[in-house]
């Protein structure tokens, strides 16, 4: 039997290609696609397409980040931190780079750094193994359980539909520069402005829910806890409501 080409249904071992130069790492798909292990389609950087695929996904989300140059160096490492907050990563790095440094990517969450230079079987079987490392640990890697939103419904819009699921489904409290540099494009982080904007508007429509969102700010930054129901914070502690009736 023939062998056929891979079809939009076939599966691979990585669920998101994200890139900091689309050209780049079109060349690199392009070298790879015999082997079956990335998908044709790649998001830029900060792409809300990825994330939610990351958020809805799988139960453990693979990504590769593939990084074309150095010129990316001075944040990547503050870049694969707050994306392995939504997925598994793997960095795939520029050969040859001396400012790349894969002690600090892995300190940083990456599960994996490989040079996007390496023999095209070889990257793809080392991918392929990261896959199955993935899918052998137990229990599964994102925490899904959200009793608090499972009543609240999700907003239409997509730049606050993926706000709202990113608060809901993080297990490690989101740092206002994390999102910045998430939510911004591969050259330049979201400004603050932008970000507290957004912020405000979810706030506006989780209000009518009784429900907000939960913020600590400390020493000029914003960490974003995850959601506060407003009607059950209200309520008095058990011991100043009296004692309980015979």
């Known amino acids: 039997m023939p062998l056929t080409e891979p079809t939009d249904a076939t599966t691979y071992p990585v669920d998101v290609v994200l890139t900091l130069q689309r050209e780049r790492t079109a060349a690199l798909l392009r070298a790879l696609r015999g082997q079956h292990v990335l998908p044709t389609l790649m998001h830029d950087w900060g792409a809300?397409?990825?994330?939610?695929?990351?958020?809805?996904?799988?139960?453990?989300?693979l990504t590769v980040l593939d990084v074309p140059d150095t010129r990316w160096d001075a944040t990547l490492a503050h870049r694969v931190h707050a994306l392995s907050k939504l997925s598994t990563v793997i960095v795939l790095t520029p050969e040859r780079s001396e400012g790349s440094d894969a002690a600090a990517l892995l300190l940083a969450g990456a599960v994996n750094v490989m040079s996007r230079g390496t023999p095209p079987r070889e990257l793809a079987?080392?991918?392929?193994?990261?896959r199955r490392w993935l899918d052998s640990r137990r229990p599964p890697w994102q925490g899904r359980s959200r009793p608090l939103t499972d009543r609240l419904q999700r907003p239409r819009q997509s730049s606050q539909s993926l706000l709202f699921d990113m608060v809901c489904s993080a297990?490690?409290?989101?740092?206002?520069?994390?999102?910045?540099?998430?939510?911004?494009?591969?050259?330049?982080?979201?400004?603050?402005?932008?970000?507290?904007?957004?912020i405000d508007r979810l706030e506006t429509r989780l209000g009518a829910h009784?429900?907000?969102?939960?913020?600590?700010?400390?020493?000029g930054r914003t960490a974003l806890l995850g959601?506060?129901?407003?009607?059950?914070?209200?309520?008095?502690?058990?011991?100043?409501?009296?004692?309980?009736?015979?």
């Open 171 to 198: 297990v490690r409290p989101w740092c206002c520069h994390e999102l910045r540099l998430l939510l911004g494009t591969a050259d330049e982080p979201m400004s603050r402005r932008a970000l507290r904007a957004r």
């Open 210 to 219: 009784g429900v907000s969102v939960d913020c600590s700010t400390q020493w």
């Open 48 to 61: 809300e397409q990825a994330y939610s695929a990351m958020l809805h996904g799988t139960e453990r989300p």
């Open 125 to 130: 079987g080392r991918i392929t193994a990261e």
């Open 227 to 246: 959601l506060s129901d407003r009607r059950a914070d209200a309520r008095p502690p058990r011991h100043a409501m009296g004692p309980p009736r015979s």
